[in-house]
């Protein structure tokens, strides 16, 4: 499956010259999914030539207005485009109030429907699912409430052996079985074990979102395994303090994070403007967790198996 | 004076890769207003290595999103970067409303005064005024309540030709009274007219918005002589029709008022998504007003006398 973090913007509260604020698109299979949508999103959207009709779901980590105020722009967007197709958000109860006031307020009657969807942040929750992939919140520990989410590829069924097809008259209707882990009966009454005529699916994939967050254990059981993390890194450890104080991390806690859960590889944003160059931030973290990258704004990421 | 304004966003209702929504910088000897702020304004300002504390005031055509939906993200911006300075908006009374509720959803108790100031979209109408400069709106054509605004310069004392003040020693409290236009007599009884004593300042300024609004002649009459005028252009005459349905304008139009009021250049912005190349629009234009420019994100133009 084609899996990519595209990040859109990595800067904290205070966007930079060259840093918008929170937003990444993922891209499972070619299902498009964008987590937070920072001011400026759907401008970082285009100028990464990426066709914004293809979003259908938006996931928004909480009401910190560098997570959502890009949020309405690309809802009216959507409409003076001439959007059909249904627009899921996951945020927030006060995410709706917020949209249906300000669209009452600029006379927008939007052309297609935008449905709500509230997230618990105070437990673990299955909040999208498909026939390939589900989207799961989980609490994270900040000053409002505020949900990471985890973006994960389902079980796929197991690939016939090409070997054994051509020699073998299966029947149609046998394969799905067969896929599924059955074993294979031939009409002379040979039997074919699954494991000798099938081929084990690639590896299910995760990805986890962890911003804005302080550092907080309890998150590594929701996140454990994951292929990529990305956790928010605002500050240095030279202003750890500061970091616990404003309920946000810093870059050798989100490595430590990384570390603890056995993430395959750490994407660290959310910068503090008051950083201009990010080399030292990256180094820190690698310090602890070796396979750790920089959010800059229009990187992408590959979600795969280092195994 | 220094008079000048910086164009942060040349599209219209949707951005493109290359260009914003509409916001204009406009710096009256170093007095800063913000006129509309869509979104990704704040970062605009960063981009074009601006310092957003020197703005104090903002001034907002009307409210369709693109003109406004980046003000509650520099309204935050300020509170956490310790902005101390009131700020001062001027707008639809709905605008109060908007960003009041925003601000409590996000729980935030703002550090600065923001102060709220109606403007009437109704009739002409004195908005801002100092010692040296002064603000009016006037009523645009547009779906929605929707008004230009004048920024101009007050008229200036005279100034002393030193040629005079080498030979007659002239008492300091004398010389507000020439400046203001008296003539002098000395202690011999000698009669200095003021004309041959005194330069004339330079002439008074200004600077005219019109975004967005259909092709309306009565606004020539509020923005007569300007030394130059920001006017929307956002279709070129083959769309004439559909300018005319969505109240816009075309450049051809944009030209045509520029002409009828005399401005001295004519800045043309707030394009259609649907034009990725603005040249056609721009011989457009100078077919009917020769001094016509592009309205391009991050261009700077001088308000000046040309005579």
Redesign the interface.
Known sequence: MNFTVTTLGSSS?????TR??TSLLVNMNYRYFLVDCG??T??QL??F?FKIQKINHIFISH????HF??L??LV??FH??GRKDALHLYGSP?LE??IT??LK????DLIYPLIFHTVDAEKPQLIYEDEERYVKSFPLKHS?PTTGFLFGEKERPRKMKKSFLATENVPVEEIPKIKAGADYINEAGVIFRNKDITISPPKPKKFAFCSDTAYHEPVIEEIHDVNLLYHEATFKSDLEQVAGEKLHSTAAQAATIAAKAKAGALVIGHFSARYRELDSLLQEAREIFPNTWLAEDGKIFYVRDLQ
Do not use: K
């Open positions: 509260a205070i966007p930079t010259a918008n604020p001011e400026g759907q401008i285009r100028r030539h009401l910190h207005g560098d105020f890009g309405i722009g009216s967007s003076l485009i006060l109030e917020i006031m300000q307020a600029t006379e927008t409002i």
